[in-house]
């Protein structure tokens, strides 16, 4: 039976003080984060806690996971899906215009050893190595590896099992948290494992571009290796799609409530800088952005920057533009497309906040 969250405060301590993850305790007591406090709690009035271990794993062991899913029910609550929570598997069964879809939350991440909260006035780059050969083996090995992983544990609960699932889409939405460097490169990574393709740019003697694809057999990392092309393994088929977003963090709520004027006293400005879609098509690199949050027209909606990845083989396939202001990538002629929403996708950022002088 599905639990309410109730009228009790999320940033009370459920476990002694020296269990809780250094992140909660960072956004739970820094002013830097109010506007962030003000629009969680405003959510967990109306969230449903399923398992009734929502706080006691968001405030130690799980911190990241537990966030990435209280931003997907922020973004199905805000963008007016109907949400069902009266089962405990998978995470969301949603309703929209005669559709009903399975999704179950998967994120990847990090060992406690390298949990350390990050100063919200600091230099955001201050710690990413950029250099050409880590991110070539970045996108090449290593996130493939970190996502096949979880993607793979989640094929072996087979939701499309479940009664309630039986031939619905069904719904993987990821993001990546090991690394504080995957949010750069962890879109481009994933659609290449996922259909097993490298995409690179070509030119003609004319100078148009052409886009083109090489075929992935393998990821190997160190003695770890995985085959690519997750969407042509046993079972896949019955996976619909994957959602994937690098904006399922606390920043995102505290942009969120900082563009909304909420408890903004301590913030003299909050910059929000990173890469996006260039629609020149003739563009080989994302674009770069940097704007101040509370300056921007139009706002910054809950859905944005996220990305679905549909499965070709996918016995139920999943709509096309179900997801509001979401990107849609798929496969067409062995090439793979991806339509954006116009006029701004992000495809990451961060966001440093400047704080007023006491």
Known sequence: MARKSGPGDMFE??????????????????ASYAPARRVLRELWSEFIDVDGNFLEQWQTTAFDARTYEFFLFAYLLRSGYDINRNYDRPDFMIERGGSTIAIEAVTTNPSPATRTPRNPFSDPFGTMDVSPNVIKEKQLNELPIRFGSPLFSKLTKKYWELPHCQNIPIVLAIEAFHDPTAIWFASASLAQYLYGLRTFPTWTEEGQLLVRNEQLDNHVLGSKIIPSDFFNQPDTERISAVLFSNTGTIAKF?????????????????????????????????ASFEYEV?????????????????NPRALNPLPRQFFDNAADTYLQDRLVHTDVPLPFHPYASVTQTIGIAP
């Open 13 to 30: 301590s459920v476990v002694p003080e020296d269990r809780l993850d250094p992140f909660f305790v960072q956004i739970r007591d820094q």
């Open 254 to 286: 505290n942009r969120m409530g900082y563009q909304s004027g909420y408890d903004t006293d301590a913030i003299a400005a909050m910059i929000r800088v990173g890469t996006c879609y260039d629609d020149d098509d003739q563009a080989v690199e994302p």
């Open 294 to 310: 509370s300056e921007r027209d139009p706002q910054e909606s809950w859905g944005e920057g996220l990305e679905v990845i549909h």
